[in-house]
């Protein structure tokens, strides 16, 4: 007990240099900026040292030691181990896109703070104490003992099924994490976004390749104190300059019946119902050129070449000839093709036409029957975000950290203390920007727009992160004629607010931290799950410490790699990606996990069947309903979006595991028993 005493101590010491370092370090480049440093070379500081202190932490960190490498020894106190955990799930989505969501959404991004805050309640009451009273590496190591009824084959078979969960899940999550670490380093360094993926992803590798969770976990304890201190600062000062108040979540209150006032005026301003009649007639073009394929298609294919011969004959200058033939090019290749992009660009334009939704209002709709499929989304969302995070790999991996099951416990209420300083501060975020861009930006002059909005545009020029276009051509912007990414909302903060540039780095630094922390956590899991479950439980029993913690290693890298190559193709939002993972590892390892604390009866072919039915109804509705993936809308059941399709996958998997259980032998006696050793006292 004294030793443990004693490390904590000895963390404390090193974690309060290490808060005042990083002050220093920011008041020295904030003195540096004063004195005319260019902000280029703030970003690469900034983008340097943070990278280099998570190296320098990796290195020290390193260990070959199988228990050391999988779980950190076992021996991380309760509240360092709810700091990391909070940084492992304070993810790109929470610190990037979550305030922009909402930004978006008002009311309706809610759901993602609900769901995600209840799924750790989940954690806490049902699942974590009882995995670290099971005391191995992983997830399918649980399931694998739980439901192999004393029979190697029967627990490979349920291993081999959840690794493939744990694999889908995590690595369509870790490639959001990578997505945000381009999009950062992209905007910070200058550099091409695929480059800055690559960039990003050597600092991943070197903690999480060199000392796995050990040195996962002390990299994101210190990740963890620049994600917090780069989220309160810009929003400290946006509640002093809207509410003359430095706590956010009480100036949220001030600043949102303001909001609601300038809404109300926008709402009602003529040359803003302007602008979204223009969006309209575009979208009614659109949809009547859908309406006329094939010749449609035909026709706009004669009329851009004929353009272009035109332009030709007439000699006219190379910069038309030049668009016309870009035109051309970029026109779509067949009539179906251009029904797809079609369809979009109608979309787009039917969005930007519709009015205000006001932020504080819930499931705002124009009658009674879309405002109640607007609350069934949101109760549908909450469920999937709570149910998924009770089921992620890479955070229940850290119930095996801690040193007892009352320190796993302690641990979860550390967690959910640190990410609580975040999520109540994302809503009071997303409405004082919001008021300060409806109060400052909209109705600024064309030639006096800020020079944010520059920067931020030409950050990716193929899908600009940030658009504004004079469509009714007053030379005022108008609240309709601007277009924000939500994955940009919450890094140009600072830029918004008028902030010394440093504090842009910093909140960079934030976001790159939050990415990373997750990633590496992500990354993990996956190299573990097929190390340890896949070539040391199932391929190679005999495999010595050494070669199991190689092999490990080097699976690391090849899925970092992949996951960085798909990142780099902009597969989706990051939000979009994030919820697909919650879906999926709600619909597939919650059953199980559940049903195996909890129910004696549960046994190896219902465990197989609920994962199987799971993952199998909520990947087909995500199909057959996403456009991203190919399917319709109009195929939704009960008006569910894809991103919900885990309120199917979960009753499905939850059913089949409890009716198989029925129809099939129960369990031996080395299941019940270890169900009965998990749940006794400590």
């Known amino acids: 007990m004294s030793g443990q005493r004693s490390f904590f101590a000895r963390l404390c010491r090193y974690y309060l240099l290490f808060t005042a370092g990083f002050a220093a370090f920011l008041l020295a480049l904030s003195v540096l900026e004063q004195e005319g440093m260019p902000r280029a070379w703030i970003g690469y500081l900034f983008m340097l040292v943070t990278i280099t202190l998570y190296a320098t932490i990796g290195v020290i960190s390193r260990t070959s030691n199988v228990t050391e490498y999988y779980v950190a020894g076992r021996r991380v106190p309760a509240m360092f181990n709810g700091m990391?955990?909070?940084?492992?799930?304070?993810?790109?989505?929470?610190?990037?896109?979550?305030?922009?969501g909402l930004y978006l959404n008002g009311f309706d991004g809610l759901a993602f703070i609900m769901g995600w805050t209840g799924g750790y309640c989940l954690v806490a009451l049902l699942i974590a104490p009882y995995l670290r009273k099971f005391s191995q590496y992983t997830i399918p190591d649980f399931l694998a003992a739980r439901y192999g009824s004393g029979t190697d084959k029967r627990g490979a078979s349920v291993r081999v099924v959840a690794v493939a969960a744990t694999i889908i899940v995590s690595f369509t999550y870790v490639v959001a994490q990578i997505y945000a670490v381009g999009l950062i380093a992209s905007r910070f360094t200058g550099v091409d976004f695929s480059v800055g993926i690559f960039l990003g992803l050597a600092s991943i590798l070197v903690c999480s390749f060199l000392g796995g969770m050990r040195?996962?976990?002390?990299?994101?304890?210190?990740?963890?104190?620049?994600?917090?201190?780069?989220?309160?600062?810009?929003?400290?000062?946006?509640?002093?300059?809207?509410?003359?108040?430095?706590?956010?979540?009480?100036?949220?209150?001030?600043?949102?019946?303001?909001?609601?006032?300038?809404?109300?005026?926008?709402?009602?301003?003529?040359?803003?119902?302007?602008?979204?009649?223009?969006?309209?007639?575009?979208?009614?073009?659109?949809?009547?050129?859908?309406?006329?394929?094939?010749?449609?298609?035909?026709?706009?294919?004669?009329?851009?070449?004929?353009?272009?011969?035109?332009?030709?004959?007439?000699?006219?200058?190379?910069?038309?000839?030049?668009?016309?033939?870009?035109?051309?090019?970029?026109?779509?290749?067949?009539?179906?093709?251009?029904?797809?992009?079609?369809?979009?660009?109608?979309?787009?334009?039917?969005?930007r036409a519709e009015p205000i939704i006001p932020h504080a209002q819930p499931f705002p709709a124009a009658d009674r029957e879309q405002s109640d499929i607007k609350r069934n989304n949101f109760l549908a969302l909450v469920f999937c975000m709570m149910l998924g995070t009770a089921a992620l790999p890479h955070i229940l991996m850290r119930s095996y950290t801690t040193p007892s099951?009352?320190?796993?416990?302690?641990?979860?209420?550390?967690?959910?203390?640190?990410?609580?300083?975040?999520?109540?501060?994302?809503?009071?975020?997303?409405?004082?920007?919001?008021?300060?861009?409806?109060?400052?930006?909209?109705?600024?002059?064309?030639?006096?727009?800020?020079?944010?909005?520059?920067?931020?545009?030409?950050?990716?020029?193929?899908?600009?992160?940030?658009?504004?276009?004079?469509?009714?051509?007053?030379?005022?912007?108008?609240?309709?004629?601007?277009?924000?990414?939500?994955?940009?909302?919450v890094l140009a903060t600072p830029e918004i607010a008028g902030l010394p540039y440093v504090i842009s780095g910093l909140v960079a630094a934030g976001g790159l931290a939050a990415a990373l922390s997750t990633a590496d956590g992500l990354l993990l899991a996956i190299s573990n799950a097929l190390s340890h479950d896949i070539y040391y439980k199932v391929v190679d029993p005999t495999a010595s410490t050494q070669k199991?913690?190689?092999?490990?290693?080097?699976?690391?890298?090849?899925?970092?790699?992949?996951?960085?190559?798909?990142?780099?193709?902009?597969?989706?939002?990051?939000?979009?990606?994030?919820?697909?993972?919650?879906?999926?590892?709600?619909?597939?390892?919650?059953?199980?996990?559940?049903?195996?604390?909890?129910?004696?009866?549960?046994?190896?072919?219902?465990?197989?069947?609920?994962?199987?039915a799971g993952f199998g109804v909520c990947l087909y509705y995500m199909l057959h309903t996403s456009t991203m993936l190919g399917g319709n809308a109009s195929g939704q059941w009960f008006h569910i979006a894809p991103i919900s399709a885990g309120i199917f996958g979960v009753p499905a998997g939850l059913a089949a595991a409890v009716l198989v259980s029925w129809l099939t032998p129960a369990p031996g006696r080395r299941s019940t028993g270890l169900v009965e050793h998990i749940r006794a006292p400590e």
Do not use: C
């Not at 955990?85 to 929470?94: E, M, P, R």
């Not at 300060?436 to 800020?450: C, E, F, W």
């Not at 020079?451 to 009714?472: C, F, H, M, Q």
């Not at 879906?583 to 199987?612: D, E, I, Y």
């Open 84 to 100: 990391a955990t909070a940084a492992d799930w304070i993810s790109a989505a929470s610190f990037i896109s979550l305030a922009g």
């Open 405 to 489: 099951v009352h320190e796993t416990r302690v641990s979860v209420f550390w967690t959910l203390f640190f990410i609580l300083l975040i999520y109540l501060t994302i809503p009071a975020l997303a409405v004082l920007v919001k008021y300060d861009i409806y109060s400052a930006l909209v109705g600024t002059q064309y030639a006096n727009l800020p020079t944010w909005v520059s920067y931020w545009a030409n950050v990716d020029k193929l899908s600009p992160l940030i658009s504004i276009v004079d469509v009714n051509r007053d030379g005022i912007v108008q609240l309709a004629e601007i277009s924000i990414d939500a994955d940009v909302l």
């Open 548 to 612: 199991r913690v190689t092999i490990s290693k080097l699976l690391l890298l090849a899925v970092a790699f992949i996951a960085a190559y798909a990142a780099s193709q902009k597969p989706a939002d990051i939000l979009s990606l994030v919820g697909v993972a919650f879906s999926l590892a709600a619909s597939t390892l919650f059953p199980p996990l559940v049903l195996g604390v909890f129910w004696k009866r549960a046994n190896h072919q219902g465990a197989l069947a609920g994962m199987l």
């Open 215 to 351: 040195a996962i976990t002390w990299t994101q304890v210190a990740q963890y104190i620049i994600i917090l201190v780069a989220f309160l600062i810009p929003a400290m000062w946006l509640s002093v300059k809207h509410a003359d108040n430095p706590v956010p979540q009480i100036a949220y209150g001030k600043v949102l019946p303001q909001l609601s006032a300038r809404e109300h005026v926008l709402e009602t301003d003529p040359k803003e119902n302007e602008v979204r009649a223009i969006f309209r007639q575009r979208a009614q073009s659109y949809q009547a050129r859908i309406d006329g394929l094939p010749a449609s298609w035909e026709q706009g294919h004669l009329t851009a070449q004929r353009q272009l011969d035109s332009l030709r004959q007439r000699n006219a200058s190379l910069f038309d000839i030049r668009n016309a033939e870009r035109y051309l090019i970029a026109y779509p290749k067949s009539p179906d093709e251009a029904r797809v992009l079609w369809q979009a660009a109608q979309a787009q334009n039917q969005k």
